[in-house]
């Protein structure tokens, strides 16, 4: 049986830069893949997503066009292309990932399903065929998450698409129906609506993007309902069954019931933990209710020595925030620093179109928290910036504190809103209060300097 100092599961966000740097640190440490080095965010995450997004705001910007005194004539799509160049992108990102691990002294990558056999022992059922029993003193686990199916009658029977599956759709659908009004359902949606499809989205709760505050979710939704996205919310998904080449989807809404009738279904209710095929009962891992690693603020689970990072611990499920788990935990081990996750800032950015960013927090949570704050709102259509380029859609919103003028949170829902979010992040995690940003000098005409003008709402 070989013995590691270190064995990573998973070749995602979190395990890839980490079994680099603890090889290069001198440890022998093995990185165990069952399907493909990078991940969800490489190969069926942020990178596909965000690639093909591109194309649809090219459909979107061509149309638009004649707004700025430009005819383009018919927009056409050509969907094997947009699709070919996602391919591409996804490669190269994951190959560079792959070649970057090879290229690791001491950094051995084994492509299998990892199981724990053991406190410290895992069994790899290798993708080659065989298996390989190895051990080692740490273990970090990185096996992130799959799409969540949600029980609803007659869905099994029926060849739905997920956010994996969706990647490989070789036309554009019909009519596409969304069943989830978040993340993944919004941005696919909207991408699909532009390159022509039908869509329609329905969502549980009593608004979209639920956890935001209610003025954005209803400027997002009036901006996708004016594209001419269907949504439907407070919704119960009753039934589905599918008759030849269509699928009937049985939705309640208040006293509405309906027959939704679809060529294409996608699940985009959420995401679970891969914790269940691990064999943690092996290793005595604990995991929460909803299947996902319990660990402590320094990411160790209850045994010592065995590690979780990424999704599969559960909270915010971003990149960013599996990478910077990973920055933790090898500053913590190999640098002897103490850091935590505790109190990290998360900023996220839904790529819809406008984008939104978001850091801190909302209104909402302000109020809740029951805390001495005031609201900044600037539509963006107030924006120099934002008029100059026919890019109105949307505002910016910043919750701040009364008392010691520090920002709480913002929701900037704008064009490049995830890049002014970032602005306004910096400013947070560096002390600066919004009273110093009212007054701060930024180059003209650019979307940050509208922060100036954000903060002369607040007249305290
Ligand atoms: C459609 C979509 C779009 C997204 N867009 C964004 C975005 O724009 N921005 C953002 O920040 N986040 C986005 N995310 C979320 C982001 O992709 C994840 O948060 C991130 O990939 C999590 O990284 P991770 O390292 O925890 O896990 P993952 O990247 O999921 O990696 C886990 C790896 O472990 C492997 N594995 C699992 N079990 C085993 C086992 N038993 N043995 C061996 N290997 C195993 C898996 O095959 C996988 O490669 C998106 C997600 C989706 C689905
Ligand atoms: N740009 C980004 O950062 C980005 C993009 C895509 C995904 N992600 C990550 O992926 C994760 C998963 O995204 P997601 O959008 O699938 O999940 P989510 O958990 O964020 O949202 C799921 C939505 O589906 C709704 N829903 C659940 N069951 C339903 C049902 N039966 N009928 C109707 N609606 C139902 C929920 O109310 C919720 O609004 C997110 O947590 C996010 O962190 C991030």
Known sequence: MKHYDAIIIGAG??????????????????????????????????????????????????????????????????????????????????????????????????????????????????????????????????TGAKTAIPEIEGLDAIDYLTSTTILDLEAVPEHLVVIGGNYIGLEFGQMFNRFGSKITILE??????????????????????????????????????????????????????????????????????????????????????????????????NIKGIYALGDVKGGPAFTHIAYNDYTIVYRNLIEGTNYSIHDRPVPYCMFTDPQLGRIGISEKEAKEQKLNYEVAVLPMAYVARGIETNETLGLMKAVVDVDTKKILGAAILASEGGEIMSVLQMAMEGGITYDQIRYCVFAHPTYTESLNNLFMKIHK
Do not use: W
């Open 13 to 142: 966000q979190a395990g890839t830069p980490l079994a680099k740097k603890l090889a290069e640190a001198g440890k022998k440490t093995a990185i165990v893949e069952k399907r493909l080095v990078g991940g969800t965010c490489i190969n069926d995450g942020c990178t596909p997503t965000k690639a093909m997004i591109a194309s649809a705001r090219a459909v979107y910007q061509a149309k638009k066009a004649s707004d700025l005194g430009v005819d383009i004539g018919d927009v056409k799509i050509n969907f094997k292309k947009i699709k070919q160049r996602k391919d591409d992108i996804v490669k190269q990102f994951r190959e560079s990932s792959e070649k970057g691990i090879n290229n690791t002294k001491g950094l051995q990558l084994i492509f299998g399903t990892a199981k724990f056999s053991g406190e410290k022992e895992l069994t790899i059922a290798l993708n080659d065929g065989g298996e390989e029993k190895i051990t080692a003193d740490l273990i970090f686990i990185n």
């Open 204 to 301: 549980k709760s009593s608004g979209i993007i639920a956890k935001e505050d209610q003025d954005i979710s209803s400027a997002l939704t009036e901006i996708l309902t004016n594209e001419k996205i269907e949504i439907i919310t407070d919704v119960k998904v009753s039934k589905i069954s599918r008759d030849k080449k269509q699928i009937q989807i049985a939705v309640e809404s208040g006293k509405t019931k309906k027959n939704i009738i679809a060529s294409h279904l996608l699940i985009a209710a959420g995401r679970i933990p891969q914790t269940a095929d691990l064999g943690l009962e092996s290793c005595g891992v604990k995991l929460d209710d909803r299947g996902h690693i319990l660990v402590n603020e320094k990411l160790e689970t």
